[in-house]
Structure formats: structure tokens, C-alpha cells
């Protein structure tokens, strides 16, 4: 089984991991372990010692050494005499802050209980442990729940909270924390900006507080809600990781904290900001999912974990198997376009073996620019020359599939909707707004603004074949305010509304396949993937900022869900020139299209195209497949390398590309890792290498003149005894 209860001692075991934790004599539950497989509760590292300024539950009465101020808590909360970073901060009607939460029961499950309008990971094959807290005081009761994924080594987290009492209001909750009473750690987490998400920003961590989160209504460009803790000397194959990833897509707090004895805290849930959420009698608030995982192996194998776990439990994918490879017509055409334009694009990508075009902004309303029509999804005719049924079905002839843009969560000033509806904008009344890309936010706490869009959109869907869904978000919400919601749960209703939308859609429409994108990579998050089985990974499309980006994204989300296309060069947002064959590799590490105007390219390029299609097609199963390593750091190295190996080993796909050019450099040594211990690899021309010698010495690639040079090298396992050195 993989959750024992023994004398209010609870065990979690996963396939490599084991988690355990204590409700004591005085009802309080206590964290004692997690880590690589064990067997017997470690209560010798409860140390009970007093400790100055470090106050006494009432009920330990002369036990001075009781404090929860100093032992490694499941759920701290507020009120507790504990002065670090709490999981929980209620407030009553009379203004009184905190709770006294003990230990009430324990239960084991089949599935998991759901949370209500929330994505989370699935209910099959999998266990939990739902322990039930109890403020007696305040008649609430708040529940943990447990969920083990035992064959990929993860464990997620969640917390509802039930309201037997009068009205309360939660001002913080933390779906999932972590005491370590010991342990030297660095600290990693995933910052950036717009066109350049997810760096990976790598830090010892010391006494204080670390803090990143987002308030801008979305996970964002410049925190992703994923965290990882590892020993000080780990490496991407050696050394204990600690992960946790929020399974939600808006504002959101991460915490790492070392207090005054040198012991961490690893925190994880809701942002503070605008946040008050009152909960009346009768009521339960569900907090979103946290996905845990830890590895004694080092990144890599962390990363194995989280890659695993999301494909196989999390994303919903209506369309599995082979992703079709698309065309998009935004770097293409931008707004300049009607239908013959996207038709002459889909006839030109048939000829290059490419299997969908989409329909960037601009076919809607009167949208000529990014300056209106936002709310009015409508079909703009007079601009296409044609309905929409008519250009999909001319597409859908040809032997292509076919998809479109929106950005239903958005509205413009100068549009039929918000003319007749204000008030459906999050703004504050009487005072001059933020603007930003010239558009609003629509208020999706309220369902009625939700029914509204869901209806136009499923007008567009009905009347024509839509095969395909770019789902766009370009601004952060500000001055929250809702006309009808209450303002503490407005920036919490809002996301439930927007997954209610998506809910919907899919179960309406269960073969449409949904790109997630917000301005690029502003909300990729494993929220929206539980929705949007890919998503645009970033709005810069130069291969090699994408190396860096791919790089940090890798080490907690699959290849298979980035969105990731060959655009032209000069590029468009850095100008930079890049080899085609440089660009098309890249591209590879993700779901493969491309964003130019190929109506333009000779026949040499469009072999090239069909070529780079060809090749995808050949390795795509092993891309999304596969285990992914990282075999160096695009960040500071001169090569951004990186490999592909099968679950069973026996095939291998070493991508690189030179980064950094410099006279007289004639090899770069890779060392690959992923390999069979002992084994034999056979490259596509024959020559055979030696695992072991390739994961200590390494691949050399010859360096040639020009810059940006790519390097594929596909390797499959040779079968059979050595003998005498030779196979």
C-alpha cells in the first residue's frame, strides 16, 4: 500500500520516496520526513528543547521545550505561537486573527476527493490521505489532502476549508509546506520578462525570508509558480532535489525561508494580494493543488518526475499520438490579410507537408490593429471576402487542418460589447484606468460575463470547422474591482471563471485541440496545461534566446507541451540571422511549426521545409517521449546541448548548437548522459562509441566556420555481448 497509518503516524510511499508525518499528543501535526525510501518514523528528530522567545502551546503547560515556533510543522498557522511563514491566516467578524487547528481524524481513499472547479492531477490509479484539522473554537474544520502518485515518484497537496461557524475571512492559505530541520540548500527559481520567461536564477539560501510570486492576475512572465530546493553540490545527476509546482494559473506565493536555528521552510499557495475571501456557514473553500516531487538522483531525474507526472496524469489531451505541425500567419501577414491571403498560405504549406494553418488576430469585428474589437467575436466578411465556413471548408479541402486566434478574456474601448456594457470590465468606477496594449480585462468572477463570451465563441465554433484554437491573454490585471463580486475574491473567481469557461469548451467541443499563449509565456503553468496541452512557449521567436528558454521551462515542463515555431530572419524581435537548419532544430524541442510567409520561399527552401518536416515527423515520438537531459547550460556555456533517450535506452537524439564564436576552436566535448551503462551506440553513418566513454570524456563536435552551427547526432543501442573489444 502506499499510505500507512500506524498510531496517528501517517507514511506516504511512492515508488522512490517516502513521506511521513505525526499528529502528537496535543493534536498538532508535525512533519518528520521526506526523502529516499524508509521505513522507521524518525520522531528522534522532533528536538524539544527550550528555546528563548519561543512561546508554549497552553496545553504543553510547564514544557518549555514544546514550541511550534522551532518543530517542522505538516500546516502552520497563525496563532500558534509559530513566527515564521504561515500555510494559514484566518480573521473573524470581530477582527480577530488566527485559529488553533488539532488533529481530528485521518481517512484512505481510492482516487482523490475533487476539487471543485480547479484542475488538478488525476483521480486514477492513485491513493490519498485526507486528514482532517479542527478549530473547535471557531467551528472549522480544514481538510489536507494527499495524493500519491507512487510510479513517478510525486505526491500532490491540497487544502479545503470548511465553515461550520459564523462568516470568516481566510487572508492567506498555502496549499503545501516543507520543514527541513536540517540541510545545506541552494534554491532555484524561474524568472524573467516578456520574450525571455522562465531563466532559471540559482541561490544559496541563508536566514530570511525568499520570496517570488505574481500579482498580476496570471502566473506571469516574471516569477513561474514552481520551486525547487537542492542540496548545495547538487548537479543535474548527483545530489537530493525538493520540487513544488502550483497546478493554477493566477497570483501566486512562493516561500523559502531560513529561520534563527538554520532550518528551512518551503511554502507554496495563494498570493496575499487582493486576496480576502470570506467564507459564510455551510461553506468550503478549496485551495488549488501543489504537485511535490523529490529525487535523490539530482535535476535531471527530478525533472524525469514532473515530465512523466503531467503527461501521464495532468494534461488532457484531446488529440494524442502525433501533434500536427502548423503554420501560424502572425509573423506572416500580422493584420494585413483576408482570406485568399490565408488560403494561398495553406496551399503553399500543403506543399511543404505541413498539416494545419491558423488564423492569427485580426479576422474578427473591425480589427485592423491591436487598437479594437476585442469583445465582438463576430466574422468580419467585408475583410475576409468570404464566411469563415467557406475558407475553413476551401482549407480543409486542400487536406489541411485549420485553427484560429482569440482572446476571449479581453475587450477593447472602441468595441459593440464594451459600448453596451461597461461594467463587464475589471476597472475601478469614476477614476481614470490603466490601459495596457490598449485593451481591458473582463470580469469573469461574474458567470454572466463568462456566459456572455462562451456564447459568441461557440457561435464562431459551430458555423465553420475549427480543428484548432490559439487561446490568447495580452495584459496583467489591474485595478481589480468588480461591479457585482466581492472585491477579496475577485482575482480568485476570476480564474475559476476562466477554467469553468475552458471546461466547458472542451466538453462541448472534445476533439479541439487548445494553445495556450499569453503574450507568449505570461501563463504557462500546469493550470492551464490540465487545459491547453501546449502552450506558446514565448513571443521571441530567435533560436537562440528560445535555447535559454527551453532550457529553464525544461526542468519542470514537458517538451511536448511548448509551442515552438521557425520564424524568419533577420529575426523580429532581436534582428538576429540564424541558419535555417539552426532554427529548425530548436524548433524540434516542442510541439514544431513555423511563423513566416512561406508564399514567399523558392523551391530549394521549400524542400528544406519538407526536409525539417520529414525529420521532425521521424524523431517527434522520441521529442515527447523520451527522457530529456541537459547536457549543458545555453546561460554561460558556448553550446546549448541537450539529448533525448528512450525509456528503454536502446535510442538517443544529442542536439547542439554553438552559441559563442571564437578563433582557433576546433572541437566542443559533450558529455552525454541518459545512456546504458556498459553499452555500445551506433550513430546513423555507422560509427560505434562506448556509453561509458561518452558520459566521461564526451562527443566531440567539430567546429566549422560560420556562427550558430547546428549539430543532431542519432544514436540507437547496438545489441549484443562485447567480445574482445569489438561487437
Request: with cysteine.
Amino acid at each position: 500500500m502506499s499510505i500507512v497509518i500506524h498510531d496517528q503516524t501517517f507514511t506516504l510511499n511512492t515508488k522512490n520516496t517516502t513521506y511521513m508525518m505525526q499528529a502528537d499528543d496535543l493534536g498538532y501535526l508535525l512533519h518528520l520526513y521526506y526523502g529516499p525510501r524508509a521505513d522507521l518514523p524518525p520522531y528522534y528528530l522532533l528536538v524539544k528543547k527550550d528555546r528563548g522567545f519561543s512561546g508554549n502551546p497552553y496545553d504543553a503547560q510547564n514544557e518549555r521545550g514544546y514550541s511550534l515556533d522551532v518543530l517542522p510543522q505538516e500546516f502552520p498557522f497563525d496563532g500558534s505561537g509559530d513566527y515564521r511563514t504561515s500555510s494559514l491566516s484566518l480573521r473573524t467578524q470581530e477582527g480577530v486573527y488566527g485559529c488553533d487547528l488539532r488533529f481530528q481524524k485521518a481517512e484512505v481513499i481510492k482516487g482523490k476527493t475533487p476539487l471543485r472547479g480547479l484542475p488538478a492531477m488525476s483521480d486514477q490509479n492513485v491513493e490519498s490521505l485526507e486528514i482532517t484539522l479542527e478549530d473547535s473554537f471557531l467551528h472549522v474544520d480544514v481538510i489536507l489532502a494527499y495524493s500519491v502518485y507512487e510510479d513517478v515518484d510525486i505526491i500532490t497537496r491540497s487544502v479545503r476549508v470548511i465553515n461550520h461557524g459564523e462568516t470568516i475571512t481566510i487572508e492567506n492559505i498555502k496549499s503545501a509546506n516543507l520543514d527541513f530541520v536540517s540541510g545545506d540548500f541552494d534554491r532555484i527559481s524561474f524568472c524573467g520578462r516578456h520574450t525571455m520567461e522562465r531563466q532559471p536564477d540559482r541561490e544559496h539560501v541563508s536566514h530570511g525570508l525568499y520570496t517570488i510570486g505574481s500579482k498580476r492576475g496570471t502566473s506571469s512572465h516574471q516569477y513561474n509558480p514552481a520551486l525547487i530546493l537542492c542540496d548545495q553540490d547538487a548537479t543535474e545527476t548527483t545530489g537530493s532535489a525538493y520540487s513544488m509546482n502550483f497546478v493554477y494559473s493566477g497570483n501566486f506565493e512562493a516561500v523559502i525561508e531560513e529561520d534563527q536555528f538554520g532550518q528551512k521552510r518551503m511554502a507554496m499557495g495563494l498570493s496575499k494580494d487582493y486576496f480576502s475571501y470570506p467564507v459564510e456557514k455551510g461553506e468550503t473553500f478549496y485551495a488549488p493543488e501543489v504537485m511535490m516531487s523529490y529525487s535523490a538522483q539530482g535535476l535531471s531525474h527530478l525533472s524525469h518526475n514532473l515530465h512523466l507526472g503531467m503527461k501521464k496524469y495532468l494534461i488532457r489531451d484531446p488529440q494524442p499520438g502525433l501533434k500536427p505541425i502548423l503554420i501560424n500567419s502572425w509573423e506572416a501577414a500580422y493584420f494585413d490579410f483576408n482570406g485568399e491571403t490565408i488560403y494561398q498560405l495553406a496551399k503553399a504549406a500543403k506543399e511543404c507537408d505541413i498539416d494545419m494553418i491558423v488564423m492569427d488576430d485580426g479576422w474578427f469585428g473591425h480589427r485592423e490593429d491591436d487598437n479594437s474589437s476585442l469583445g465582438d467575436w463576430y466574422v468580419n466578411e467585408n475583410k475576409l471576402g468570404e464566411s469563415l465556413s467557406s475558407l475553413s471548408s476551401r482549407i480543409h479541402d486542400l487536406g489541411l487542418k485549420f485553427g484560429i486566434w482569440f482572446e476571449p478574456e479581453c475587450v477593447n474601448e472602441d468595441s459593440d460589447l464594451y459600448r453596451a456594457h461597461p461594467d463587464y470590465a475589471i476597472k475601478v468606477p469614476n477614476r481614470k484606468f490603466v490601459r495596457a496594449r490598449n485593451q481591458l480585462v473582463l470580469d469573469f468572477s461574474r458567470p454572466e460575463v463568462v456566459d456572455a463570451i462562451f456564447d459568441q465563441v461557440c457561435d464562431i465554433l459551430d458555423h465553420a470547422a475549427i480543428d484548432y484554437v490559439k487561446w490568447d491573454f495580452n495584459r496583467s490585471i489591474s485595478d481589480v474591482y468588480s461591479s457585482v463580486t466581492n472585491q477579496g475574491r475577485v482575482t480568485y473567481d476570476y480564474v475559476l471563471g476562466l477554467y469553468r469557461f475552458l471546461d466547458r469548451l472542451l466538453e462541448r467541443y472534445p476533439n479541439l485541440l487548445i494553445e495556450g499563449c499569453s503574450g507568449g509565456g505570461g501563463r504557462f503553468d500546469a493550470g492551464m496545461l490540465h487545459y491547453t496541452p501546449q502552450i506558446w512557449l514565448s513571443d521571441n521567436t530567435d533560436a537562440i534566446d528560445r535555447l535559454a528558454i527551453q532550457y529553464g521551462s525544461s526542468f519542470i515542463y514537458p517538451i511536448s507541451s511548448f509551442g515552438s515555431h521557425v520564424s524568419a530572419v533577420p529575426n523580429h524581435q532581436t534582428g538576429r540571422i540564424t541558419p535555417m537548419s539552426t532554427r529548425a532544430l530548436v524548433a524540434m524541442s516542442g510541439t514544431f511549426g513555423y511563423e513566416l510567409d512561406i508564399t514567399t520561399c523558392s523551391e530549394e527552401e521549400k524542400q528544406t521545409i519538407r526536409e525539417q518536416v520529414s525529420a521532425f515527423r521521424k524523431y517527434q515520438p522520441l521529442i515527447h517521449n523520451g527522457c530529456y537531459y541537459r547536457l549543458s547550460n545555453p546561460l554561460h556555456d558556448e553550446v546549448g546541448a541537450y539529448a533525448f533517450v528512450s525509456e528503454d535506452q536502446k535510442e538517443a537524439l544529442i542536439c547542439a548548437v554553438r552559441i559563442i564564436t571564437h578563433s582557433a576552436t576546433y572541437a566542443h566535448f559533450i558529455k552525454i548522459e541518459g545512456l546504458e551503462d556498459n553499452a555500445r551506440y551506433q550513430d546513423d553513418q555507422g560509427q560505434i562509441y562506448d556509453a561509458n566513454v561518452l558520459k566521461t570524456y564526451g562527443l566531440p563536435l567539430i567546429i566549422d566556420a560560420g556562427e550558430y552551427q547546428a549539430y543532431t547526432i542519432h544514436l540507437t543501442k547496438v545489441e549484443g555481448e562485447k567480445e574482445n573489444g569489438k561487437n
